[in-house]
């Protein structure tokens, strides 16, 4: 049992689909695991379902690093349907994940429900026009967010000027917090 590990960082390693469903089965039992890197280990889709069916245990979890594992828009919804659950998640990159639009619906509905979230990364998915209109469209609920990273995703102008109302809207919100002091 590893009840007290609070880091674990397997980037780079390739473990592949067998060694994310062997790591899934040990980290039910990391209580304590506050931040996960898998970044650049070829998990795919397969993987990323595997993790997902533990990481809603995962209460402590603050920061998890998928990018770079190609887990498509399938593993990104199998993601989202779990991750709302680690209450304390405040940092989440998928990036170079192949990640599209329906993934982003996918996860926009994540969105809506994790409140402690302050950085999401989907840089270098095709998620396109109707994937940011999704992700816009839940951007208000997302109070603590204040980095969101979507370069390199196939947005269009017709995509940023559907995100552009939303924007203006957290803008106002953030500048507003930061002259109160917050």
Do not use: M
């Amino acid at each position: 049992e590893c009840t007290a590990l609070a880091h674990l960082n397997l980037s780079y390693n390739v473990i592949g689909i067998v060694g994310a469903d062997k790591l899934a089965r040990g980290l039910g039992n990391c209580k304590a695991l506050a931040h996960l890197d898998l970044s650049r280990n070829a998990i795919g889709a397969p993987g990323a379902e595997r993790l997902a069916g533990v990481l809603g245990t995962c209460k402590a979890l603050a920061h998890l690093d998928l990018s770079r594992n190609e887990i498509s828009s399938a593993g990104a919804a199998r993601l989202a349907e779990v991750l709302w659950q680690c209450e304390a998640l405040a940092h989440v990159n998928l990036g170079w994940n192949r990640v599209g639009a329906v993934g982003a619906a996918w996860l926009a509905k994540f969105l809506a429900d994790c409140r402690a979230l302050t950085h999401l990364d989907l840089s270098f998915n095709p998620i396109g026009d109707a994937g940011a209109g999704r992700i816009g469209g839940v951007l208000g609920h997302c109070k603590a967010l204040t980095h969101l990273d979507l370069r390199y995703t196939d947005i269009t102008a017709e995509g940023e000027s559907g995100l552009a109302g939303v924007l203006r809207l957290w803008e106002c919100r953030v500048l507003g917090a930061e002259a109160r002091g917050e």
